[in-house]
């Protein structure tokens, strides 16, 4: 069974096209390690309080 979610399409044409339009890729194609660890990261300071999620834009 197959769900789609049209929130995802959005993501898939804005990520083709900064890659073959703009010549731009992520940093986590070249390093994932990094980018894998600094995801840990962040989840750890997530759930020990040290990072909060903002509630809106404006907490920015």
């Known amino acids: 069974m197959v769900i ?4 995802s399409g959005i993501w898939i ?4 096209s ?10 986590t194609f070249n390093y994932p ?3 894998l660890a600094s995801d840990f ?3 750890f300071d997530l ?3 040290k990072e909060h999620f903002k509630k809106n ?4």
Not at 18 to 27: G, I
């Open 57 to 60: 834009a404006k907490n920015l």
């Open 18 to 27: 900064f890659f073959f339009f703009e010549k731009n890729k992520p940093a």
């Open 4 to 7: 789609y979610d049209p929130g």
């Open 47 to 49: 759930l020990t309080g």
């Open 33 to 35: 390690l990094y980018s």
């Open 13 to 16: 044409c804005l990520g083709r």
């Open 41 to 43: 990261l962040l989840f």
